[in-house]
């Protein structure tokens, strides 16, 4: 792998090195753009993907976490106390 990576190297190094300067420049922002639209695609979906899928994360933290004898994960909820606890 290392030997056909150094071989693609020096290739693409000797015809980009052939180039006029200005199209290198040209090659280079193309290939910023390149990267910069799938980065910002990328972005645009995780965040998305994140709003779809709103996790009620009180109702795991308002609840109780026990092993049963498989040891499963089950998730019981807390019975929220009434007006009147704790007024004797």
Do not use: W
């Not at 193309?30 to 709003?51: G, H, P, T």
């Amino acid at each position: 792998m290392g030997r056909f990576y150094d071989k693609l190297h020096f290739y693409l190094k000797r015809k980009l090195d052939r180039l006029s300067p200005r199209v290198q420049r040209r090659l280079t922002i193309a290939l910023l753009a390149v990267y910069a639209s799938l980065s910002c695609f990328f972005l645009a979906r995780l965040i998305n993907e994140r709003e779809e899928e709103k996790f009620p994360v009180e109702k795991l933290i308002d609840s109780t976490i026990r092993l049963d004898r498989d040891s499963v994960i089950i998730i019981k909820p807390v019975k929220k106390p009434d007006e009147n606890h704790g007024k004797g």
